[in-house]
């Protein structure tokens, strides 16, 4: 058990910056989440941490160690791979030992912490199986269990679900988050799932183009984006953008877009009064759409035009068409619309986000 | 509609793999039929009236007899033997952890390295035997068995070291990162993890370069001089064709025994060896 510090961490190859300046505090027993989409470097520096890839620039500590220079079997980590890398050539007991024999464990040790493992994993009629025998779930309980045999400082996931079917997928989720309660052990975890990233990690730290866009508790990333990227990557379905204008009226601050008039609540207006004139985009997540009453203020209503019904059961989520934008509501499965006809729907005011058109940066 | 398909599977495979079986086997039954068939036999006019070119009414092992009684034939096959098995496993070591180079370490200039070592597979060997007889004969190895030892791996290692890269990169590298975490060095996880799933990839290097030595003839042709100091192959044409005669009773004879090895070494190890050239692992 022990912190992690990334400290000014880059990565360069030939002629790609693939991390750059990466500075992260991972506290003892946390379990955070690297998340963005493919080449955002989050894999990169997860095999740094493990020592796989070598640092360009920068320094990485595990516990109180400067771990730089250090080769992967010194590091004192573990890892599960996305292809689960298991030794094809030995049995799952022979796996899942293999880390301890190379470090020399007295061999009742070593059978003792196998048996444990196996049976928190729930795998113990395998330990005789090869690798081959077993399905995709049980290969990834094997690939997890041979990673905590090891008590290792750090666990490092490198997108361990994604080889798995979407309901085993689920499963395997829950187990991971309920393992690492009962381990405490740090864990840094990869994945492009935003999904798993929210429900995994204490923190999720999101990644683009190498640089971190923003580290927060996920319900912190969910509200509080720091800018466009976060808040388009975060939330399925993913945050509605509109281009609008700002304007002032009668003393208050309005977003116009062709078929929109919001006028903005006065507690987020201070912050948009120096974009007058100028165009911002504004994002309102789905749930914050709902068809309007008469207890909504006009100022928040606006006229659409459904386009797409998709009803989920627990949900409705409408497709609607607002001027020349189209918009995702999330209304109650109670809610009677049809294609092509109008609906008036309302914003949540309090839940308005506005990105600077031009740095993406929330306003 | 079935019987269509059934006539059409006659035409497109039965016929046609008949035939390429009876092609491939007919000249090791030709030489099967000529080793065990009398003398008598062997050099009748093709127009005599009892003549029967594909078979044998009177089989005899004489031509064996006199193969293993009065040419060096043991000798030759020994020498064979020795020759073919230390050139491959010197061969083997070398394209072993030069091909696991090539298909895993980053260093610069491996690209190019690659392709030089397999462009030295390419030169023949009716070229390279002129220079390498003048590096043999400086090191006065000429007529010894490590003329040949030390000249075979100038094929063999390009070959092997090429068959086993192409091995290598099928082994997804996880599997030694992941030994790599769990506590084994570089070099342990080479030998403890990528060698042990490498096995049928090493059994087909060690196959082929086995036979490709086995059946080398020009190096042996022209590096040995003894008879007693001669290869299989060479030994059965410089010694069982004396100007215009051929002994084509012990010619066949010796073709036979000779081919037997090399017979043994691929049934024995032929699953291996199909998993070897058409990748690793699964999973």
């Known amino acids: ?363 | 509609m079935i019987i269509e398909r059934r006539w059409k599977k006659w035409v497109y495979f039965y016929i046609p793999l008949t035939l390429f079986v009876i092609g491939t086997l007919f000249p090791f039954y030709w030489m099967f039929v000529t080793a065990i068939r009398p003398d008598a036999e062997l050099y009748r006019s093709w127009r005599a009236v009892n003549n029967a070119p594909f078979w044998t009414l009177a089989p005899t092992l004489d031509h064996f007899r006199d193969l293993l009684n009065k040419t060096t034939f043991p000798q030759w096959l020994w020498n064979t033997f020795f020759i073919a098995v230390v050139s491959t496993i010197i061969s083997l070591f070398c394209g072993l952890l030069a091909g696991y180079a090539l298909a895993r370490l980053k260093f610069p200039m491996a690209g190019t390295l690659g392709t030089s070592i397999f462009v030295t597979y390419l030169v023949p060997p009716t070229l390279l035997f002129i220079p390498l007889a003048d590096i043999i004969r400086n090191f006065q190895l000429g007529n010894t068995p490590w003329a040949l030892i030390l000249t075979y791996p100038t094929f063999l290692i390009p070959f092997c070291t090429w068959l086993l890269m192409g091995y290598f990169k099928t082994i997804p590298k996880e599997l030694e990162e992941c030994a790599r975490i769990d506590g084994a060095t570089r070099f342990g996880a080479m030998v403890r993890i990528i060698f042990p799933i490498a096995v049928p990839g090493i059994l087909s290097a060690g196959i082929f370069a086995f036979t490709l030595s086995w059946n080398e003839f020009i190096y042996a042709l022209v590096f040995l001089s003894s008879p007693e100091k001669k290869t299989v192959p060479v030994g059965v044409v410089s010694e069982l064709i004396r100007g215009d005669i051929y002994f084509w009773g012990q010619l066949m004879a010796g073709a036979l025994l000779g081919s037997i090895p090399v017979a043994v070494v691929y049934s024995f190890f032929v699953e291996y060896y199909v998993t070897g050239l058409t990748g690793s692992v699964k999973g």
């Not at chain 1, 504004?282 to 068809?291: F, Y």
Request: with cysteine; net charge neutral; charged share 25%.
């Open chain 1, 1 to 363: 058990m022990a912190q992690v510090m990334l400290k000014a961490l880059n990565k360069k190859y030939d002629e790609v910056h693939a991390v750059k300046d990466v500075n992260l505090h991972i506290r003892d027993k946390e379990f955070i989440v690297l998340v963005g989409p493919s080449g955002c470097g989050k894999s990169t520096t997860l095999r740094m941490v493990a020592g796989l890839e070598e640092i360009t620039a920068g320094e990485i500590h595990i516990g109180d160690r400067l771990v730089n220079d250090l080769p992967p079997k010194d590091r004192d980590i573990a890892m599960v791979f996305q292809n689960y890398a298991l030794y094809p050539h030995m049995t799952v007991y022979d796996n899942m030992a293999f880390g301890l024999k190379m470090r020399k464990f007295p061999k009742p040790e070593i059978e003792k912490r196998v048996k444990d493992a196996a049976e928190i994993l729930g795998i113990q009629e395998l330990l005789k199986r090869k690798p081959r025998q077993l399905s995709g779930g049980q290969r990834q309980r094997v690939a997890v269990g041979r990673a905590i045999v090891r008590h290792p400082q750090v666990f490092l996931f490198d997108e361990p679900l994604s080889n798995l079917d979407a309901k085993l997928r689920v499963q395997m989720r829950v187990e991971l988050k309920k393992l690492h309660d009962r381990l405490e052990t740090t864990a840094i975890y990869v994945t492009h799932d935003q999904v798993e990233a929210m429900t995994l990690g204490d923190r999720v730290v999101v990644m683009k183009d190498g640089w971190i866009q923003q580290v927060g508790e996920p319900l912190e990333l969910y509200g509080q984006p720091t800018n466009k990227f976060v808040a388009g990557f975060i939330g399925s379905p993913a945050m509605n953008f509109v281009d609008v204008g700002i304007n002032e009226a009668n003393g208050s601050v309005v977003a116009e877009a062709q078929g929109l008039r919001l006028t903005v609540p006065p507690g987020r207006a201070g912050g948009l009064r120096p974009y007058k004139g100028q165009q911002v985009s504004l994002g309102v997540r789905p749930e914050d759409v709902h068809v309007a009453t008469a207890a909504d203020p006009a100022h928040l209503a606006f006229d659409a035009n459904v386009e797409v019904v998709e009803p989920l059961g627990s949900e409705i989520l409408l497709d609607v068409r607002v001027g020349r934008a189209t918009i995702v509501a999330r209304v109650e499965p109670s809610v009677r619309v049809k294609v092509h006809e109008g609906v008036r729907l309302a914003v949540n005011g309090d839940r308005l986000h506005f990105f600077d058109a031009k740095t993406e940066q929330a306003i």
